[in-house]
């Protein structure tokens, strides 16, 4: 065998032992036990919203600017008279961050070496929080979930991890931070920052300190989220496709709905047909 080959061999081999050494560094015993599923917290009396003290819509008290309270009292407005409003989840478009935290479907933490990803039964609203000391890059494809870096730290000294810091940046598109359609702002220079850690008292509920600085905002929002982890050591997860059995259907600017017998139908009273030009008349 040539020394050429006896070269290669042995940095593959070298590389190798890299790569295993790298993946035996990583101890999961150092970071919190996040293992399970989690589920918001609910409060009595009060439906899904952004600060789960009080409850969805003008009762919200969101700090808005005078041109973003339009927005919101038109989207309520709109969802009396029976249309959807601002936020576009009904077409199976995702709000993204920070919304997706409200966990209207379970989460699942899940504590690698270099990112923390919360997961779901809703792949499409996948989060990975970058935790292996990157800075932001110089170009990053925004979305709606946005690009989220974090960092683990020891905040009682015990010498392990209890706490994950994340900020989350670069998103895109129409969100809002509850299905009421409590709007951010258009220029999405939204900026999330999170605490999340385990309750002192139980190990079994997880809180999230979430401030939204925004320019839909007088000021920043500061919420505190909290989850709840099911008891079940096998728990079910539910696969949950939004766009499967959808009946509601976005033509224009307006929103009408898909009736049982498959016709187009109004989504709200004394709605117009759409324009249907480029269709002939068939029937009489």
């Not at 800075?135 to 690009?147: F, L, T």
């Not at 940046?169 to 605490?195: C, K, S």
């Not at 905002?217 to 997860?237: A, E």
Request: proline letters at 8%; glycine letters at 8%; charged letters at 25%.
């Amino acid at each position: 065998m040539s020394s050429g080959n006896l070269s290669a061999g042995a940095l593959l081999g070298t590389a190798l032992m890299l790569m295993s050494a790298g993946a035996w560094a990583f101890d999961d015993s150092n970071y919190p036990d996040l293992r399970g599923q989690w589920n918001r917290q609910e409060v009595p009396g009060i439906a899904p919203s952004f600060d789960p003290t009080k409850r969805p819509g003008l009762a919200q008290q969101a700090p808005l600017t005078p041109e973003y309270q339009k927005i919101l009292e038109a989207s309520l407005a709109d969802q009396a008279a029976g249309g959807a409003g601002f936020a576009p989840d009904y077409l199976c478009i995702s709000s993204g961050m920070p919304m997706r935290m409200t966990a209207y479907t379970p989460l699942e933490f899940i504590i690698t070496a270099d990112a923390t990803h919360v997961a779901g039964p809703d792949g499409y609203m996948h989060r990975r929080i970058y935790t292996d000391g990157r800075d932001w890059p110089a170009d990053v494809e925004p979305s709606r979930i946005g690009y989220s870096i974090g960092k683990w730290i020891d905040e009682d000294g015990d010498g392990k991890f209890d706490t994950l810091v994340v900020e989350t940046r670069y998103f895109r598109g129409q969100r809002a931070f509850d299905q009421t359609g409590i709007p951010l702002h258009e220029d999405n220079q939204t900026v999330v920052m999170e605490r999340i850690y385990l309750d002192k008292a139980s190990r079994n509920v997880l809180h999230n300190e979430m401030t939204v600085i925004d320019h839909a905002l007088t000021r920043p929002w500061s919420v505190i989220k909290s989850y709840v982890r099911d008891p079940s050591k096998q728990p079910v997860w539910i696969p949950w496709d939004c766009a499967e059995g959808n009946p509601h259907v976005r033509i224009g600017q307006e929103d009408y709905m898909v009736g049982a017998d498959g016709l187009l139908m109004p989504a709200k009273k004394n709605q117009q047909p759409p324009d249907l030009r480029y269709f002939k008349e068939t029937r009489k």
